[in-house]
């Protein structure tokens, strides 16, 4: 028997027909994060190929604004003097939608979404050697966040929304591992700050 038909035989009971449609809801939320896990786990078309972060920035501007929207001001910072890592463009284009996606749920009355790039040196490995990494930051000026929003950011299915979940940051964070990056997140009362970090293609540390 299938959920519309159930609907028709429940039409009646308002409390029947209420926890219908919340379970309409968990379907179609099932099925989006299901899709969301299939894409991440199916080998990719595209092989790694050599990005410039800052020209894929600059491109996708348009793009951001709308997903943003009139009330949200965007802003790019990007100074990295070695922008190029090895990445997959079409998922390096996903983690900045999604990043702007959940910084627009911070800020309903509006705001600005600040991008900046950068080049970082840091000792890494055993015996310590310096690297340069391109550091990404996506910065807000929503609700900050805290407490188990914080530590649970990049948890499947967590959302701080009430009746959203999906992989959302967890997403995000998978793509930034398949990088050979890591992540982490700054929050302040007014603000959050997501970094990034990539290893960039340069001749320090190689």
Excluded: C, Y
Excluded at 101 to 118: C, F, K, V, W
Excluded at 131 to 136: D, I, M, Q, T, V
Excluded at 199 to 204: E, G, H, R, W
């Amino acid at each position: 028997m299938s959920l519309d038909s159930l609907k028709q035989r429940l039409a009646s009971d308002e409390s029947a027909d209420r926890e219908l449609m919340e379970l309409d809801g968990a379907i179609d939320s099932a099925f989006h994060i299901g899709r969301e896990l299939v894409a991440l786990g199916r080998p990719s078309a595209h092989a790694p190929s050599v990005v410039d972060v800052n020209e894929v920035a600059s491109q996708l501007e348009g793009v951001l604004a709308r997903v943003l929207g009139p009330g949200i001001e965007i802003s790019f910072q990007l100074e990295a003097a070695d922008s190029l890592v090895e990445a997959e463009a079409v998922q390096l284009e996903w983690v900045f939608l999604n990043l702007a996606a959940n910084s627009r749920e911070a800020m309903p009355n509006g705001g600005r979404l600040t991008i900046q790039t950068a080049s970082v040196d840091r000792q890494v490995g055993l015996p310590p050697r310096l690297r340069r990494f391109l550091r990404l930051t996506v910065t807000d000026t929503g609700h900050g966040l805290f407490g188990e929003a914080r530590a649970r950011a990049f948890d499947p299915f967590f959302s701080t929304r009430e009746g959203a979940s999906g992989l959302g940051l967890t997403s995000v964070a998978m793509i930034v591992r398949s990088f050979h990056g890591w992540l982490h997140i700054e929050s302040r009362d007014l603000g959050t700050s997501i970094h990034i970090n990539l290893p960039a293609l340069t001749a320090v540390g190689r």
